[in-house]
């Protein structure tokens, strides 16, 4: 089956910096999201984005399909942004595929 | 976007009993809906794919018999976690696309959670 890979597996940073969080992808996809998952366990839908760039508030996302990465940008990073962050692809193989997650990136923002 | 919800939120029972979770899709229907396990400090994984009408599909290494998958309508999918073990304790997530035409991107949502505890 298709392999994700997030990188850092851990990031440490203070208040208002900026992060920048990739994942790779072993085969072609007709699906990536990006989430956010709380301290309750809830994910939180971040970005759809199998091609293209978004961008919402602070955070913005870029993949680039033809080789096979995405990353998400958080700027003016706030404690709030904390929790782990995981990325999710769909193989482009047709029908209704659930999606494979990356192991996620763990975000701590001091203040 | 879509909302997916799940109950119970939290479940503790005694090893040999089973425990049924529910994953409602409130303002679409579903045809496919997806349930996800996850253990402490780890990433989902995909236990199967409920399908209405029809029998679930299990990735490997995913007892059935284990976890009954129902799918009996179109807003509502059920996982029972049948004579539940301590090593069944986790947080079950389930997720589905809203698929009503003209609101399909293919994107998923996702359910609160139910997390599970079998002393």
């Known amino acids: 089956g298709i392999q994700v890979e997030q990188s850092p597996p851990d990031l440490i940073l203070q208040e208002g910096a900026n992060s920048t969080l990739r994942c790779n992808f072993s085969d072609s996809v007709n699906n990536l999201q990006w989430f956010h998952q709380n301290p309750w366990g809830q994910l939180i839908n971040l970005f759809y984005?199998?091609?293209g760039t978004k961008q919402n508030g602070r955070l913005s996302a870029t993949t680039v399909a033809t080789e096979r990465y995405s990353l998400l940008y958080i700027s003016s990073s706030q404690t709030t942004d904390s929790g782990v962050y995981f990325c999710?692809?769909?193989?482009?193989?047709?029908?209704?595929?659930?999606?494979?997650f990356g192991k996620g990136t763990h975000l701590i923002i001091q203040p | 976007g879509a909302v997916v919800s799940q109950h119970p939120s939290w479940v503790i029972c005694k090893s040999g009993t089973s425990v049924k979770i529910e994953c409602r899709s409130l303002d679409f229907q579903a045809t496919t809906m997806f349930w996800y396990r996850q253990f402490p400090k780890q990433s989902l994984m995909l236990m199967a794919t409920s399908n209405e009408g029809s029998k679930a599909t299990y990735e490997q290494g995913v007892e059935k018999d284990k976890f009954l998958i129902n799918h009996a309508s179109l807003t509502l999918s059920t996982l029972t976690v049948t004579s539940a073990h301590p090593e069944d304790s986790s947080f079950y997530i389930c997720?589905?696309?809203?698929?009503?035409?003209?609101?399909?991107?293919?994107?998923?949502?996702f359910g609160e959670g139910s997390r599970l505890t079998v002393l």
């Open positions: 997720s589905a696309r809203d698929q009503r035409a003209g609101r399909d991107t293919g994107e998923l949502f």
């Open positions: 999710a692809v769909a193989d482009s193989g047709g029908g209704a595929d659930g999606l494979t």
């Open positions: 984005i199998p091609s």
